[in-house]
């Protein structure tokens, strides 16, 4: 009977608290919005399994190692920190998809039209409101929020996922899994969250402008812009260089023509990789402990708040620069600003033919989208740089 009692004792049921259960049923509803409802699922079916994993009680998959008195190891860690540790607490796994994406990035649209460099710089002042707004639920004592909490959830507003896990994962990692389940829910969300806003802020005339046809950039263009990007950014702040500067070197593979195999292999099999244990390592953060607090549901709201405002600052910013310029820009356009690419090109190009089926949008959308992906690495380089210190 003694046997069968500590087998009992041993066992995960015996275990289970109500909050592990309810972060379980979470990793369900990842997975099933993953799955069932296409939501990000190469970030949210590993993102929800690693969740499942890290409640699980008793299976140490997120469990620390531990040394006895003389510093020996008397117990290894769990799977799931050591993922953590070496791939996201380095920083590596955000900055390598961070040059997968660059390899898959055409810098073309932005180079034809170079003043969508504004819309995607505009889309960013969401990022920088909510950190404001963090601040200030810190300040009255309504949520703790300290200043690098703030910064972490800020950066949510630029709809880039690895830049958000990157900055949390330096600034405040105890929040990592709440905003990477937000930043990426509402990358995923973009097709919802956006058109309301951009027809509240267009009039039907707006959303009808034609654009005239992109000129064709040269490959030599092509080559020179990523490393004059990164130099240029790098010299005026260097703590953007990390993601700015695999994004520029993944985007240089790709345009180069001289290492097609290894473009090849940043695109696909590496990005791929690198996106499963990252998952992984996020789900490691949503253990009952860390996710179930107050901070979670304010840093979910302040989030979707950090998204719309980017959204209308874009889309508003593209009005603006109507009264100055000779050919038109479609507000439209703007809203693709927020660096969800190439979703949010998409969308833009979707209510643009809602209104005018002749208007093909897209190739202008991802002009501002690639400066969205820049505007946000720029962002992260200066919430790095003005807080870690505090």
């Given at each position: 009977m003694e046997n069968l009692n500590n087998l009992w004792l041993s066992s995960g049921l015996a275990q289970l608290e109500l909050a592990q259960l309810f972060m379980m049923a979470i990793g369900f509803g990842l997975l099933f919005l993953a799955?069932?409802?296409?939501?990000?699922?190469?970030?949210?079916?590993?993102i929800g399994f690693g969740t499942l994993l890290a409640n699980i009680p008793g299976a140490g998959f997120d469990a620390a190692?531990?040394?006895?008195?003389?510093?020996?190891?008397?117990?290894p860690g769990g799977l799931l920190y050591y993922i953590y540790e070496a791939g996201i607490a380095t920083g590596m796994f955000p900055l390598i998809i961070f040059m997968g994406v660059g390899a898959m990035?055409?810098?073309?649209?932005?180079l034809a039209n170079p003043k969508t460099l504004l819309l995607g710089a505009a889309?960013?002042?969401?990022?920088?409101?909510?950190?404001?707004?963090?601040?200030?639920?810190?300040?009255f004592g309504i949520l703790d929020f300290s200043i690098r909490d703030a910064a972490s959830i800020g950066?949510?507003?630029?709809?880039d996922g690895p830049t958000a896990i990157f900055v949390t994962s330096k600034l405040s990692p105890e929040l990592l899994g709440a905003v990477a389940v937000a930043a990426y829910s509402?990358?995923?969300?973009?097709p919802i969250i956006q058109p309301p806003i951009m027809r509240a802020l267009t009039t039907e005339a707006e959303r009808q402008i034609t654009m005239v046809q992109l000129r064709s950039v040269s490959t030599a263009e092509k080559i020179v812009f990523p490393l004059t990007l990164l130099v240029l950014v790098a010299l005026l702040l260097p703590d953007a260089a990390p993601l700015l500067g695999m994004f520029c070197f993944g985007n240089l593979m790709r345009e180069c023509g001289v290492v097609n195999r290894l473009s090849d292999t940043t695109q696909n099999a590496l990005?791929?990789?690198?996106?499963?244990?990252?998952?992984?390592?996020?789900?490691?953060?949503?253990?009952?402990d860390k996710f179930l607090n107050w901070e979670t549901l304010g840093i979910l709201g302040l989030g979707a708040v950090a998204f719309c405002i980017g959204t209308a600052a874009g889309v508003l910013m593209a009005k603006l620069m109507n009264r100055f310029v000779k050919t038109p820009i479609n507000p439209l356009i703007g809203a693709a600003g927020v660096?969800?690419?190439p979703m949010a090109a998409r969308v833009a190009n979707k209510v643009g033919l809602e209104a005018n089926p002749q208007n093909f949008l897209l190739m202008h959308a991802m002009g501002p989208n690639v400066a969205g992906v820049i505007g946000s690495a720029v962002a992260a380089g200066v919430m790095i740089s003005l807080v870690s210190g505090m």
């Open positions: 799955i069932r409802r296409g939501f990000e699922p190469l970030l949210l079916v590993p190692p531990v040394y006895d008195a003389m510093g020996h190891l008397a117990s990035t055409d810098f073309g649209p932005l889309a960013q002042v969401g990022i920088f409101t909510t950190v404001l707004g963090a601040v200030t639920l810190g300040h950066i949510i507003g630029g709809a509402y990358m995923a969300l973009v990005i791929n990789i690198v996106t499963i244990f990252l998952g992984l390592g996020v789900g490691s953060k949503m253990s009952a660096s969800a690419v």
